[in-house]
């Protein structure tokens, strides 16, 4: 693809090329922020709780603490800050649309600069690189299946952000020519990437080291690039203190993950083995295309190291590897999206530039691409189709929170396994005492989260009943769970230095002594009870000490308030 560009004005043709892009491109956005704005229920799916830590980040930031250096995040702080900012301008948008689309304010202008610059050399790169950006962008989708039934991927909804980096990373890198634009973009991107997921952040290295050796980054852009986002952390940890927090938290729950490599690998492996395995197949192909057959097709006329590197089978086999890297350590939710662009490239090839193999490498392409489409397009119309059968949560006080529908044979669900949670909850207790759970597979069960937001809203309710009854409000609240969103929902700051995202056997420290005095200073803190299981019962012995003198009352059937003995909520409750 030979460069058209020559200055001045683009030629009229190119100025075609990107005009439909664009208007494609400002559709999307539009259609994000209608739906954003407006009250939508659907349907809930597995571990929905997961966006239900971005709501107990938006509550703690509206009460005025800061993700790093005021409470501890499972990621990165930038996903948080977003969340809290799109929060802002659609107060309305239903939790998953939300959490699915806040890094647009950031992705949108660094994909318009990407086609804007591919324009000049490809219409058809343009279409390639911008329309599974917006279908990957749109759906709130995993690849992997953790429920049967229909509903939508709260699950991991960080990795899909960080996927979403990684592809314009490697978009930027193989499209954009223009070292100015590329520094601008890489700074833009790579910052954004240490501040979502840092492990996304290392996984696209060495793609970033073979554009370096192929000169697609050349090194003044790389050293500018570098100096840029050196700088930008510099400026934000002499004003804010976020960097090295940030960096301290990383090591903590690095330190808390002692699992093996191998065995994430082999699990990252088995769970999208179909485009691994066509993926080193198509490498294979290529290799013996381009080196054995020397059939070597190529977009600029290079020689040397920079020209023996930069193959189509070495970009392809090494974004794989990039995205497998990932993958291991946010297995799920990851749609090997950074391989596409390379792939495009080898799309755009002439039909004959790998003679008689170029049958067998398209058709090898197919099930490299078609399974992540098709994956998440069956998921989405399933979703659309059986959407407004499903009865929706009645649960006025967690406000956007609970627009979300179920099965009506999981709606009866939840309740007849709540009344087994009331009524045989020594039971549950024996149960956690051998470190099981009630069903292998609670978490990902569409009752035990549609059942989780139905009893957050009565615990809401009795809540702003006892501060009506007793006219004492509480000053901060704390829930002993996975996810506290009752600081979003009741407008109550949470105990400082404390884990949001609470997993007792990854994400949670040691607590120190400042987090137990924390906790122990907050006026109300809930203690979940429906089921009460293992998971529950490892964060209460955390943060045991914190919790001892502290008055238990019955909250809900499926609550109880532990109150400071000194509460004077509770004098008015002994009073009455």
């Known amino acids: 693809m030979a460069d058209i560009y020559i200055g001045g004005h683009l030629p009229k043709n190119v100025q075609r090329h990107v005009v439909f892009p664009y208007l494609l491109l400002i559709g999307f956005l539009g259609v994000a922020a209608i739906v954003q704005s407006m009250p939508m229920v659907l349907p809930i799916g597995p571990m929905y709780w997961d966006v239900l830590v971005y709501y107990d980040a938006i509550g703690r930031i509206n009460a005025g603490q800061l993700p790093v250096t005021d409470f501890m995040v499972p ?8 969340a809290w900012f799109s929060d802002t301008l659609f107060p309305y948008s239903q939790p998953v649309l939300l959490t699915q689309l806040f890094w647009l304010p950031i992705t949108a202008p660094v994909m318009a600069a990407i ?4 324009s000049k050399r490809s219409k058809m790169a343009v279409w390639g690189l911008l ?10 989708f995993n690849l992997v299946t953790y429920n049967n039934f229909a509903g939508t991927d709260a699950y991991g909804i960080y990795n899909r952000h960080g996927s979403h980096l990684m592809y314009l990373v490697a978009a930027t890198v193989l499209y954009v020519r223009s070292q100015v634009l590329q520094t601008i973009l890489l700074s833009v991107l790579l910052l954004s990437l240490a501040f979502c997921k840092i492990t996304a952040f290392a996984a696209v290295g060495p793609l970033l080291v073979l554009a370096l050796m192929t000169r697609r980054v050349q090194v003044r852009t790389a050293f500018t690039t570098a100096l840029i986002c050196i700088g930008v952390t510099g400026f934000l940890e002499i004003f804010t203190g976020v960097v090295s927090a940030y960096i301290t938290s990383i090591l903590q729950l690095a330190s808390g993950n002692t699992d093996t490599l191998l065995p994430r690998f082999l699990t990252a492996i088995s769970l999208r083995f179909d485009i691994l395995a066509a993926g080193a197949v198509l490498c294979v192909l290529l290799f013996y295309a381009e080196v054995l057959a020397k059939r070597r097709p190529r977009d600029r006329d290079r020689k040397g190291i920079a020209g023996w590197f930069d193959r189509d089978w070495i970009w392809i086999g090494l974004s794989l590897a990039c995205g497998l890297l990932f993958e291991t350590q946010n297995t799920g939710s990851h749609p090997y999206l950074l391989v596409w662009p390379a792939v495009l490239r080898l799309l755009l090839r002439p039909t004959m530039a790998f003679g008689k193999l170029r049958f067998a490498i398209y058709v090898v392409i197919a099930f490299v691409i078609i399974p992540p489409v098709s994956n998440i397009a069956h998921k989405a119309a399933r979703a659309a189709a059986l959407a407004p059968r499903y009865e929706h949560l009645d649960a006025p006080r967690l406000g956007p929170l609970g627009r979300v529908s179920a099965k009506d044979v999981y709606v009866e669900q939840a309740q007849r396994m709540r009344g087994i949670y009331i009524q045989h909850r020594t039971t549950m207790a024996e149960i956690a005492k051998t470190e099981a759970l009630p069903s292998f597979r609670i978490f990902s069960e569409h009752d035990y989260q549609f059942l989780l937001l139905q009893e957050m809203d009565l615990a809401a309710d009795a809540i702003m009943k006892i501060e009506a009854r007793s006219g004492e409000i ?14 979003y929902i009741l407008k109550k700051p949470g105990p400082r230095l404390v884990t949001i ?7 949670i420290p040691v607590p120190d002594a400042a987090t137990l005095a924390a906790i122990a200073a907050t006026d109300l803190i809930l203690a979940p009870k429906c089921p009460y299981h293992h998971a529950r019962a490892e964060l209460q012995a955390i943060y045991s000490s914190a919790l001892q003198g502290r008055h238990t009352i019955k909250l809900t059937d499926c609550y109880d308030a532990l109150l400071k003995p000194g509460s004077p909520v509770l004098k008015s409750i002994y009073r009455n």
């Open 75 to 82: 990621v990165g702080p930038l996903e948080y800050w977003l």
């Open 115 to 118: 086609i804007w610059d591919a």
């Open 131 to 140: 329309i599974p950006w917006i279908f990957f962008t749109a759906l709130p």
């Open 474 to 487: 509480f000053n901060d609240v704390f829930d002993l769970d996975f996810a506290n969103p009752f600081t």
């Open 501 to 507: 995202g609470a997993d007792p056997s990854r994400s």
